[in-house]
């Protein structure tokens, strides 16, 4: 995954029709004499990038001007709005190789990112709100930059190579007088860790959480191996002003600046909160069977767990072991540690430490083995 970071680390840093920086919001946003106005963001960093879409669906005038912003991430994982985290990603896995989860204040599916994934983002009044039309820009870019690739648009609007490849996702918000619309598209995507990081972690998940709909992906490069990051921007640079109307050369913002997007950091941190990315997650119930074993004694046996989270915090828990492997009072203490905490691995470890330390007899090795196939289970 670092060497693929490497090699497409410079998209940022390429031409693609950019004039320069700017450090102005009211020199950036309030000029007259046009109706659109195409950004790209030199940050990389997901939850800077998803706070910039904050802050210009709440402070940019889009009664008056369209805008599209275009913007890449190091490796992390997004979930829509409504989802949950602990059916859609592989999160020991994202711990491990250090890849953030993001929840984004769109709706829709769960997606990959990285370096060899372009999103663009198209802002409008609620009144222009035309998702249809804003695929069509990139569509027509493609067929431009190289006209022998047939995508098409869908009805679910994603975007298809060759009928049946996704090569592009969809997700929009709407406002009471704005609207964001923002999609994917993968020009040369770490295809691999998008499908080791897109499984889910914890078994017998019941909740009314939208759920992604898996789908086969391509990159772009796999059928067109010599189109070019700078290529790719600068059509849809072009066709995004052929379609509105307008003339905007791409210009690069900071999205971490305070003087460009006053308030942007405070945005940035919320998304980057626990209390966020999984206290919204919406209520769930795990019911799972839990597979126990005592190799001291080449015993096995099987326990229930019953639990319901809310907020991302366990509101109920019932372990039920039977009562010659576990004694009531262990397994009934076991769960009523775990009420009020987060539904999460870290948290729940601290609190199984004060209980396993208060039971040395012979019991404590299954009592330590249950608390681990527990966290297991948290992800």
Known sequence: MLSHLRRTSSLLRAGAGVQQAWTSSGCLFTDPSSAGLVLQSQSTDVFQN?????????????????????????????????????????????????????????????????????????????????????????????????PQLDVQATDRLDILLNGHYKISGTASRLSRKSSYHHCTLLHSADRAALAALLRPSCPGIQSNATPSVPSPVANLTDHAPSLQWEELLDAVVHQYNSEFGVWSASRLVNPSDESLFPGVGSMEAELRSWEWTFGKTPKFRVETQLELRDDRLGARCSAGLRMEVKNGLVESCRVDTPADWLPLRLSSSLSDVLLGERFCPHRAAAAFTALLRSESGPLHGRLRHLCEVLLAVMG
């Open 50 to 146: 998803l706070a910039l879409e904050d802050w210009v669906d709440a402070h940019v005038d889009l009664q008056q001007r369209g805008v599209l912003l275009l913007w890449r991430n190091r490796p992390a994982v997004v979930i829509g709005r409504h989802q949950n985290p602990w059916t859609e990603c592989n999160l020991p896995a994202m711990r491990s190789t250090k890849v953030p989860l993001a929840r984004r204040r769109s709706g829709g599916g769960t997606v990959y990112h990285d370096l060899g994934n372009l999103n663009l983002t198209f802002f409008a009044s609620k009144k222009a709100y035309d998702r249809q039309r804003n695929l069509r820009v990139v569509t027509e870019a493609l067929r431009r930059v190289r």
